[in-house]
């Protein structure tokens, strides 16, 4: 169960690093095999909640990392690698929301995903009490 949690998070920092370098406006989703959109969910040809440059281009950068940096802290915690395992539930939750601002602010079909994913972290850690062994908080 612990690696699943681990794949799980570290997929989730995948998603949302990706908002630092979005597809080019017009080009093609990369190929299937590596996930096409699915996988990469951000394009600057994304009809985003606010408008180009300013607030955008300082939002998507900050919480990617901030949402991408939480969640690989959460997963050196379910490992107890330099994390106190303690700071788990801290770390799912504020990695989640800051996940959820990112894909609202660049909503789009595929922006569901990464949307469920978070949900997914959030339920696994309070709803279903799949907490990984050794981890409490």
């Known amino acids: 169960m612990r690696w699943i949690v681990v794949v799980s ?3 989730a920092a995948h998603i949302n690093l990706t908002a630092l370098v979005p597809a080019a406006a ?3 989703p990369p190929p299937w095999w590596v996930g096409g959109r699915l996988l990469w969910p951000f ?3 994304t009809h985003t909640l606010l408008p180009a440059g300013g607030v955008l281009g300082t939002l998507t950068p900050l919480l990617g990392i ?3 940096t939480l969640f690989l802290l959460a997963a ?3 490992l107890h690698w330099v994390v106190p395992a303690q700071w788990l539930a801290a770390l799912v939750l504020s990695g989640a929301a800051a996940s959820v601002a990112l894909q609202v602010v660049w909503f789009s079909p595929w922006a569901v995903l990464p949307l469920l994913l978070d949900g997914l972290l959030v339920w696994g850690l309070f709803g279903s009490r799949v907490v990984p062994v050794g981890v409490h908080g």
Do not use: N
């Open 26 to 28: 017009g080009q093609a």
């Open 43 to 45: 394009g600057l040809d």
């Open 76 to 78: 050196g915690a379910v």
């Open 9 to 11: 998070l570290l997929f």
């Open 66 to 68: 901030a949402s991408a």
